[in-house]
């Protein structure tokens, strides 16, 4: 979306990630300016796809374009606007999911009664807005809530990495020796 929007021409928004630009545009956008339906309702069940929002945001972007008599690559007026929405939605869809594998776990016995953790880690934690989101869901069902701090939720091999610290700091599965261990990359 940010690409599509072309985030990195706008002011704002110079020399900033995609997520990052549209979450900061959101914080002064009005969500309810644009409406995008939640993907995969019809599917009572917990996997996630932003393939069918993706085109619904393109065909908005698209048809506002061409409100503003402006070509693609260009800023259009309602960006903020764009981006709010696009964000809300995405991350009520996290939720929504996250919510149903919450359920599923607990409903299966696969999650203890007490103290169970939704960790939540990757690019997705540093965006402030879906963060709050899923420690609302956590702390509604009585969840603890773990995320690293956003600075080191920009990169998967940094997340790998933190895991593997509290893993040696907790003297939990370290191997110290990698003998026998086969591997194939992709």
């Known amino acids: 979306v940010a690409r599509r929007l072309s985030l990195r021409k706008h002011l704002e928004c110079h020399g900033m990630a995609g997520g990052k630009a549209i979450e900061h545009l959101a914080q002064s956008g009005n969500r309810h300016q644009h409406t995008f339906r939640l993907p995969m309702q019809q599917y009572r069940n917990c996997d996630?796809?932003?393939?069918?929002?993706?085109?619904?945001?393109?065909?908005?972007?698209?048809?506002?374009e061409k409100e503003e008599g402006i070509q693609e690559g260009e800023i259009l007026s309602c960006v903020k606007d764009i981006a709010a929405a696009v964000q809300h939605v995405v991350?009520?869809?996290?939720?929504?999911?996250?919510?149903?594998?919450?359920?599923?776990?607990?409903?299966?016995?696969?999650?203890?009664?007490?103290?169970?953790?939704?960790?939540?880690?990757?690019?997705?934690?540093?965006?402030?807005?879906?963060?709050?989101?899923?420690?609302?869901?956590?702390?509604?069902?009585?969840?603890?809530?773990l995320c690293p701090p956003p600075r080191l939720c920009t990169d998967n091999g940094v997340m790998i990495a933190w895991n593997g610290i509290e893993r040696l700091r907790a003297g939990l599965g370290v191997l110290h020796s990698t003998d026998g261990v086969r591997y194939e990359p992709k």
């Open 91 to 145: 991350a009520v869809h996290i939720i929504q999911r996250t919510y149903r594998a919450m359920l599923l776990k607990k409903k299966n016995s696969i999650l203890p009664s007490k103290n169970a953790t939704l960790v939540v880690s990757g690019g997705v934690a540093s965006n402030q807005y879906i963060r709050k989101g899923l420690q609302t869901l956590a702390d509604v069902n009585d969840f603890a809530f």
């Open 48 to 64: 996630f796809s932003f393939s069918g929002l993706q085109s619904l945001v393109n065909k908005t972007i698209i048809q506002k």
